[in-house]
């Protein structure tokens, strides 16, 4: 099973949150991400309609109104994506039934649903039938965002728990689930864990030499070992500026995929246990690929005396240019 989510788990994870906390402002950025990232339209909409059966139709539909506008904005620009496969008229409860009967493995009756029958019936008929046998969405994928949802509220906990249960059912790992919580409970500071490091913190102090969003976790805490080592995660598309260390750096790939390069030579792609030796004085710049998060160890060598230094952004054509070539 992946450990990490893909960029497009986490987009529909983000949105999922903010869709669910009501947070149209913070949503409506979540979904920009998310379709310049290649989240399909009607992707977005089925997790947005989907959204009704755990957070109500008033959460919904404001949803769904702040993706029309968005797409209307875009001009028509973004994927429509596929539609889901016509299903045959069926009966509905058993269909829903069966669904949910291997969406958690095992058939679920008794004890509240014989107290109260009819959310039994619309549980089945409508949410495990009518939304979940839509198949342009993986269960994996729904359930994934279901998590996102209930992780987003305030006393649902017996439900999120139950959720967490059916997504690991479906393929979802305890390092996604994790990721997912993060991203839920943390709104935009969320990021997922691309390795074995922890994310961190968004690297709000180093913000203005970053183009994107960063988060840094500090890994060592003994100053007399005169030795700084902080694990550093990007999201797709993010690169720091121009830089350079009078005492030098070294960087190891960690999770994802990313790039280093040197004023004036090739890049270099980094992926995870891919070591980087950065000069003293050398003007440089690293980063995630365009379609992938990343995550790197940053080690300060010689720091007694080692000093930054920022320079200007990395433009989007010098960026292109490095990281939009294919690696032979």
Known sequence: MDTSLSPSEFHIVNAAAFAA??????????????LD???SINEFKEILVQLYAYCGFPRSLNALQTLRKLVDARGGKDSEGPQPTPFPKTDMLALGDANQTKLIGREIKGGLFDFAPA?????KSHLFGDIFARDNVSWKVREMATVAMLAARHNVDAQLKGHISIAKNNGVSDEQIEDIVSIARGGQGGAPRTGVFPTGEPNTAYA???SGKSWLAALTRDGSLNTSIANVTFEPGCRNNWHSHSGGQILIGTGGSGWYQERGKQAIRILPGTVVEIPQNAEHWHG??????????AITCNP???KSTWLEPVSDEDYQAAAGRRPK
């Not at 009501?22 to 409506?28: E, I, K, P, V």
């Not at 959310?119 to 549980?123: A, F, K, M, P």
């Not at 995630?288 to 160890?297: G, I, T």
């Open 21 to 34: 906390k009501g947070d149209q402002r913070s949503l409506r950025q979540a979904l920009e991400a998310g």
């Open 37 to 39: 990232a290649g989240v």
């Open 119 to 123: 959310i039994d019936e619309y549980l």
């Open 208 to 210: 203005g030499y970053f």
């Open 288 to 297: 995630a690929a365009p379609d992938s998060w990343f995550s790197h160890l």
């Open 304 to 306: 007694e005396t080692n």
